[in-house]
């Protein structure tokens, strides 16, 4: 892990012969001195350590080397139109169309989804041999083609994106760790073309036996209408985690629950379970005979389901936990997590940066390390080798089982959720506080669910009749999880979004329960007199006391960021739209305008970046004018934070009368939702110390002004400079500013200016604005390319001003010192 861990941070072909040839001589080495059996132990320790190190290095390196024909290569900037052939590695899963943005006038299209091992370019006149995994999206619901299968699709090929703005997913990174370093969309599934062939890949095979499989389980659900109780089961028992929707994701997401929706060592323990039990206690079979059933179930329910870290770890340690039943080995569990850890790490070297991973191999740690003590304590047993008391009646043996599999279920859901919290607030940002305890309400059913699932397949198999029984009792468990999942989700305060802690906390954190654990696993080792062992007792316990302060110190100040030392404007990047947020250094903020014309929530956009930024309440939401593109969000934004005011020019509520939207927008407002005004210009309002005046419109505007010339003009000045926000401003509400700039009843010099109306330019008018206004920064909030407005810049203002585009820069952030000076950030720039 280390080795691998140092290679991500060197970058590509540092020392890796001479690192590769250094590990090479120390496993030598290792060999010659472990056959003689001779020399102090830190020489041995030594060895180990430079062998280990030198192979996770040469490993890693191995797979971020990418040859000459790689698909990375020939990817650019924008995204080019390509024919590539290939083979289909992945099932193809389709995501049902959602309209996150409930402005948009047209439906959005449903989209097929699987990764292409590419093996041709065909845009050439002769086709050009390539490799590399690729990403594909399809606008359609179904294709022809399953895994297995050689395609040729056509369709625009680039380069995935990183995150663009604060709090964002990295794509980019998230695809890279799954070896993916190109995305592919194909405009309609008749783009994809099948290639018949003789031969049948193995995958192709695995495509069928799923197939088959999922027809067996999904027998029981032929009539009905929702799709859900299908999807739950085709993740939760099939291990087809992509098919589950947003929807389904976000319920058991709210519900601290969405780790069963992902098979893992969870799953993997029930079946194997169920099967040992059926073995054992229903067949009367011996113990060599369940481990050997148990076994081959495991490594063909790991044929089927999706590999991932979890489910690869969990079939390792239960394959050898049933190797051990028939070759009488004693329990090693630790033994057996190290060794499935590195086959993966072998496998793939990307899987140690990934979730997954990390949050299945520490919590399986804690279940070992701490579940058994604390199960104990709750049981009252000292030790695991103290036996338990008979129960005298049946009520009481009932009693004392059911007690002891809640006790068992309270200890593990607890000590699950406490240990993951740290690298769940890491990777994802959010946290659902009653997690816990929702788990061990959801637990019991989630069990029942899968081990009817296992069942019913079974049945369906040897005794269909008994799998139509079956097939029953799972429609109604899988109904009654759905419901209660669904009821949970909507429960106050379930879910909370916050700013990631920095990565060296959490790994502090781990390190620290890392060496409390070795302590204390390696003085319960030691043995020795009572006297030695109460001291070798004491020890982790000091250590912990001493060390568990130092941790609060990092974890107290974490959620309390503040939003820097300066004033600041951050210009989001939503494509075609505008979001933009003004913050103070005493805590004050205000978000202008917040919406997009694509079909994602501008909203979630904001509200991350805005606790990524420290803000807990806004003192105002300003929206510019009624068309969608700028207030598509303001419903999410308000119902993520306090607001104290929503502020709107004079015409917004009365555009209702003749805008569907804009009606609609009012209707989605929250019900307690801040007062509400109106902004004219020559009014004034302060942002803490930052003063903001309004320089159009006037309340006195005649119904022919389309709302574009209605927009919302601010201008923010702090410390002596400032920026100004015109919205959507075209010809008429430009030429009466410079009507009234030239009368000198305004000034409108700023030093950075938000480009009007998304970068546009019109004859004349427009560089005159420009001129007016003379900024020495220009930021333009666009989801395209503006070669016009470079054009006219660089003839009207020359070289010495600088434009900024969020489409290549990504979220833009101007800063205004407390010296006075402009300070421009572009921390997301491709």
Known sequence: MAGITISEYVGVGVLRNITFLLSIVALLLLLVVAARRKGPAYVLYTLIIVAALGFGYTRHQSAVHLPPNHVAHVLADEPVLTRLAGRVITQPTTTPAEKRNPFLPMEPSARTRFVLDAAELCTTDSPTPITGFIRVSVEAEEIRAQMGDIVVVTGKLYRPYGPRNPGETDWA?????????????????????????????????????????????????????????????????????????????????????????????????????????????????????????????????????????????????????CLAQLTRRPFCGFNWLALSALCILTYNPFELFRAGFQLSFMQVVAICTIVPRAYGLLVRRRNDDEVPADADTWSGLIAQRLWRWTAGLIVICVIAWIVSLPLVLFHFGRFAPWGALQSIIVSPLVVLTVVLGFFTLITQIILPPVGAVLGILLRGATDVLLWAVGKLAQLPNTLIDVQPPPAVLVIATYALFLLCFFTWHGSAAGGGNDAHEKRSKVKPGLLLAGLIPFLWLGWLPWPLADTGRDYAVHVLSVGSGSTTLVTTPDGHALVYDVGTIHNFDAGETAARAARVLGIRRLDALVLSHANFDHYSGAPTVLNSFPAGRLLFNPYFEAAAADNSAVRQFLDLLPVESPPRSTLRAGGRFTLGQAAIEILWPPADLDECWKPNNRSLVLRITANGRSVMLPGDIERDAIRALLKRHESRQIKLHSDVLIAPHHGAVLPRDTAAFYQAVDPRVVVNSTGRERPKLTTMLRETLGDSVRLISTHNAGAVTIRITTEGEIEIDTPFAM
């Open 173 to 321: 990174r998230w695809n890279r760790l799954q070896n993916i370093h190109a995305c592919l969309s194909v405009e309609g599934s008749v783009h994809v073309r099948r290639v018949e062939t003789k031969n049948v890949s193995s995958r192709r095979l695995l495509a069928t036996m799923r197939g088959y499989v999922q027809g067996l389980l999904f027998e029981p659900f032929a009539e009905i209408e929702s799709d859900q109780p299908l999807r739950l089961l085709d993740a939760m028992v099939l291990g087809h985690r992509s098919a589950a929707g947003r929807q389904l994701n976000e319920a058991f997401l709210r519900t601290g629950t969405l780790h069963f929706l992902t098979v893992s060592g969870f799953h993997v323990g029930v079946l194997a379970g169920a099967v040992w039990w059926l073995v054992r206690r229903v067949l009367r079979r011996g113990t060599r005979t369940a481990a050997l059933v148990t076994m081959i179930t495991i490594m063909l329910y790991a044929l089927i389901v999706e590999h991932n870290a979890p489910i690869l770890r969990a079939a390792t340690m239960g394959i050898l936990l």
